[in-house]
């Protein structure tokens, strides 16, 4: 069998058949490096041509939002509700989910048209603006801590004191939306009042690709804050991503293993719907894996992340198989690979994971926990429908002081979407400012733990652990 780009992985989706690891490896190489090599042959009109021809699409994905929103509220009200299961009668979610479909079909190298604005700016006009009571008397929020980081909560007074770094999804090329920090200064405030006092956040202010600055530009970003903050003597550092944030702070592990230098490995991962599988294999669009099973449900869809235009601009021209940057692209997969970085391997390192049933990366994660968490869900337990029998230990994880094994915190939120906590838990923000303007706190136990399961729990593992 041979394996080719886009139109014949489409071909491969039904087929249920086994690839060699030759196989695996041609295949992924093709999806790198289709672009770099067909791009030698193109004439500079073409080129333009091609840029303009992707310019408008991006334009039209953008003019399309209206009417598609319209859609969604008619059939909202005609039929009772949507086919996005969790959100199905929740209006407000349903848009979020389409526009959040829609947006991630947009052209890379145009996607500033969806949030035209820095991130310096989202967090010292926009949030302000929408949810001024977060971000009021927070200690040292929006000042510069260095050219690729901006503090959003400067706390802590000693340097043992917890400093989380937090890098922020949307597939490299997608710029922070609000909700992200929205959801992140929530549970900032749902912290124990002693937690919270020395506890800071940092956000990782990285480079975009769309303006010509492939992965590794971002990971050398997040290595320049991460040693500046080494070098002060800071010995708490915390590692915080969602989506392709949780990709850049797991590959950065992975970086810190290859330095030949002294290095401080973070204390802790904070992992939401994590990124850890460049492009799927045409034997994983199969029925009954994540990527079919849950494309009408969740946010993000298959052929994003099999056509080969997509893949070069963000990864240029990295070995697709590094553990640094393809993550679980390397074959064969073995726990080795991941047993000798503290971090997964040591009972004073903490990992936080957690993500969605109904969310495309699923299966990938689950794959990813099994080799670097020693978790013994992937390929045991069969979900999509199983909240419905399923025990609870099927959903949540816990394990701790066990020798040779970091402590884990893994949770499956039971018909949840890709990065749902930051995304679509953000109206708890409404109740926090509340009882801020009150000049009063509140606690995780206050809030809907089912409504806000992707806060309540980080905040609850914030809690035991900081």
């Given at each position: 069998?041979?394996?080719v780009c886009?139109k014949?992985?489409?071909a491969?989706v039904?087929?249920?058949?086994?690839?060699?690891?030759?196989?695996?490896?041609?295949?992924?190489?093709?999806?790198w490096s289709?672009k770099?090599?067909?791009h030698?042959m193109?004439?500079?009109?073409c080129?333009?041509?091609?840029?303009?021809q992707?310019f408008?699409r991006?334009?039209?994905?953008?003019?399309k939002?209206?009417l598609?929103?319209f859609?969604?509220v008619l059939?909202?009200?005609?039929?009772?509700?949507i086919?996005?299961?969790?959100y199905?009668k929740?209006?407000?979610?349903?848009i979020?989910?389409t526009?959040?479909?829609?947006?991630?079909?947009?052209d890379?190298k145009?996607?500033?048209?969806?949030a035209?604005?820095?991130?310096s700016f989202?967090?010292?006009?926009?949030?302000?603006f929408v949810?001024?009571?977060l971000?009021k008397?927070?200690?040292?929020?929006?000042s510069?801590?260095d050219?690729?980081?901006?503090?959003?909560a400067?706390?802590?007074?000693s340097?043992a004191d917890?400093v989380i770094?937090?890098s922020?999804?949307?597939?490299?090329?997608i710029?922070?939306?609000?909700t992200?920090?929205r959801s992140?200064m929530?549970?900032?405030?749902?912290?124990?009042p002693k937690k919270k006092?020395?506890?800071s956040i940092l956000?990782?202010?990285y480079t975009?690709?769309?303006?010509?600055?492939?992965f590794?530009?971002?990971?050398?970003?997040?290595h320049?804050t991460?040693s500046?903050l080494?070098s002060?003597?800071?010995?708490?550092?915390?590692?915080?991503?969602d989506?392709?944030?949780?990709?850049?702070s797991?590959?950065?592990?992975q970086y810190l293993k290859?330095?030949?230098?002294?290095?401080i490995f973070?204390k802790?991962?904070?992992l939401?719907?994590?990124?850890?599988?460049?492009?799927?294999?045409?034997?994983?669009?199969v029925?009954?894996?994540?990527?079919?099973?849950?494309?009408?449900y969740?946010?993000i869809?298959?052929?994003?992340?099999?056509?080969?235009?997509d893949?070069?601009?963000?990864?240029g021209?990295?070995?697709p198989f590094?553990l640094?940057f393809?993550l679980?692209?390397?074959v064969?997969?073995?726990?080795?690979?991941?047993?000798?970085?503290?971090?997964y391997s040591?009972p004073d390192n903490?990992v936080?994971?957690?993500?969605?049933e109904?969310?495309s990366?699923?299966?990938d994660?689950?794959?990813?926990?099994?080799y670097?968490l020693?978790?013994?869900?992937?390929?045991?337990?069969k979900?999509?429908?199983s909240?419905?029998y399923?025990?609870r230990?099927?959903y949540e994880y816990?394990?701790r002081?066990e020798?040779g094994k970091?402590?884990?915190?893994v949770?499956?939120?039971?018909?949840?979407?890709h990065d749902s906590m930051?995304f679509?838990e953000?109206?708890v923000a409404?109740?926090?400012c509340g009882r801020?303007?009150?000049v009063?706190?509140i606690?995780?136990?206050?809030?809907?733990?089912?409504?806000?399961?992707?806060i309540s729990?980080?905040?609850?593992f914030?809690?035991?652990t900081l």
């Amino acid at each position: 069998m041979s394996y080719v780009c886009r139109k014949s992985s489409r071909a491969l989706v039904h087929r249920g058949c086994k690839m060699s690891q030759c196989g695996v490896q041609g295949y992924i190489k093709r999806q790198w490096s289709f672009k770099t090599t067909s791009h030698d042959m193109l004439v500079p009109s073409c080129d333009t041509i091609r840029h303009y021809q992707q310019f408008l699409r991006s334009l039209l994905v953008l003019a399309k939002m209206p009417l598609d929103i319209f859609i969604v509220v008619l059939r909202f009200y005609i039929f009772g509700g949507i086919h996005y299961r969790k959100y199905s009668k929740s209006l407000l979610n349903c848009i979020k989910l389409t526009i959040f479909r829609a947006s991630l079909t947009i052209d890379i190298k145009h996607a500033y048209l969806l949030a035209p604005y820095s991130n310096s700016f989202l967090l010292r006009r926009i949030l302000p603006f929408v949810g001024k009571d977060l971000v009021k008397n927070v200690p040292g929020y929006g000042s510069r801590y260095d050219k690729n980081s901006i503090w959003m909560a400067k706390s802590g007074t000693s340097k043992a004191d917890p400093v989380i770094i937090y890098s922020h999804g949307g597939g490299y090329f997608i710029q922070t939306q609000v909700t992200q920090v929205r959801s992140l200064m929530s549970v900032y405030h749902l912290l124990e009042p002693k937690k919270k006092s020395k506890t800071s956040i940092l956000f990782l202010d990285y480079t975009l690709v769309g303006r010509g600055k492939p992965f590794p530009t971002q990971l050398m970003q997040l290595h320049s804050t991460y040693s500046n903050l080494v070098s002060e003597g800071h010995t708490n550092i915390i590692l915080m991503g969602d989506s392709a944030g949780a990709h850049l702070s797991i590959s950065y592990t992975q970086y810190l293993k290859t330095l030949q230098t002294e290095k401080i490995f973070p204390k802790k991962l904070l992992l939401i719907s994590p990124w850890v599988k460049i492009t799927p294999l045409p034997t994983e669009l199969v029925e009954g894996r994540s990527w079919l099973q849950n494309q009408h449900y969740d946010m993000i869809h298959y052929t994003r992340f099999t056509n080969s235009d997509d893949i070069p601009p963000i990864f240029g021209e990295q070995d697709p198989f590094s553990l640094v940057f393809g993550l679980m692209a390397k074959v064969p997969k073995q726990e080795s690979d991941w047993k000798d970085i503290p971090n997964y391997s040591s009972p004073d390192n903490d990992v936080f994971l957690i993500f969605g049933e109904d969310e495309s990366f699923r299966d990938d994660i689950l794959e990813f926990a099994k080799y670097a968490l020693d978790l013994p869900w992937y390929e045991k337990v069969k979900y999509g429908d199983s909240h419905k029998y399923l025990e609870r230990n099927h959903y949540e994880y816990e394990r701790r002081n066990e020798s040779g094994k970091c402590n884990l915190s893994v949770f499956v939120e039971p018909l949840g979407v890709h990065d749902s906590m930051l995304f679509f838990e953000d109206v708890v923000a409404s109740q926090i400012c509340g009882r801020l303007r009150q000049v009063k706190s509140i606690s995780v136990e206050e809030i809907d733990s089912k409504k806000y399961f992707g806060i309540s729990r980080l905040v609850r593992f914030l809690n035991e652990t900081l």
